[in-house]
């Protein structure tokens, strides 16, 4: 079936460890997205790309990275630099401009 | 710069009222796309309904129906006889239809609650 997949469900990080987020995605579709949710605060962009080996900063883009070096694959980072990382993370893919978002289960992060 | 106001932060109905979910949005875009999302209990946004700034046309699929107005810059969504499996947070979002794939810019949410 075709969709977006990210693992882990669950992930607990130690303070000042570094994490990673995966989120691979078969729908063939050239952008991705990583949005973080907050009670309250609704989603918010961490990171976007829009093609294979490029990628911009969202809105709150400090203490984390990306990559993109395959099509189907965005994973996300999550730094020692960011202070507050507890919460949950959704992936995205969007076919073309017109068209809406697919979004991934999510990951939700606590910080032990 | 886009942004999508929800002013609804909670709303609970007792099971078979309609409900209706504001959604307000500025854009200097002329050409834009709005959209509705569900997010169940399990945390996937699933898609509700795309919308471009061309179309103004009311929708209505099953129970549920969109009014779409852009004199009054307002993206509203409504749940006839709404049942528990509506038990939801709704999300109304934006995106820019000239450049790219460029991101959906996200309200916060409304959370529904329909009661048995």
């Known amino acids: 079936d075709g969709g977006i997949t990210q693992s882990p469900k669950y992930l607990f990080r130690k303070e000042g460890q570094n994490v990673t987020l995966s989120c691979e995605q078969n729908?063939?579709?050239?952008?991705m997205y990583w949005y973080r949710q907050d009670p309250g605060q609704g989603l918010r962009l961490i990171y976007y790309?829009?093609?294979?080996?490029?990628?911009q900063k969202g809105d709150i883009a400090e203490g984390y990275s990306v990559s993109r070096e395959k099509k189907e694959s965005f994973p996300l980072t999550v730094t020692s630099a960011q202070k507050n990382p507890t919460a949950f993370y959704l992936c995205a893919s969007k076919a073309g401009k017109v068209t809406e978002a697919f979004f991934g289960q999510g990951t939700r992060l606590t910080v032990v | 710069a886009q942004k999508v106001t929800q002013a609804q932060t909670e709303i609970s109905v007792v099971e078979k009222e309609d409900v209706t979910l504001d959604c307000v949005y500025e854009t200097r875009d002329t050409t834009y796309y709005l959209f509705w999302y569900k997010q169940p209990p399990s945390g996937e946004l699933v898609f509700l309904i795309r919308r471009n700034s061309f179309d103004e046309q009311n929708e209505i699929s099953g129970r549920y129906s969109w009014n779409f107005q852009k004199s009054t810059s307002s993206f509203n969504f409504t749940i006839t006889a709404s049942q528990v499996v509506d038990s939801a947070v709704y999300f109304c979002?934006?995106?820019?239809?000239?450049?790219?794939?460029?991101?959906?810019?996200f309200g916060k949410g409304t959370r529904l609650s329909v009661i048995a």
């Open positions: 729908l063939n579709h050239d952008a």
């Open positions: 790309s829009q093609i294979v080996n490029d990628f």
């Open positions: 979002a934006l995106s820019d239809g000239n450049s790219g794939n460029t991101p959906l810019v």
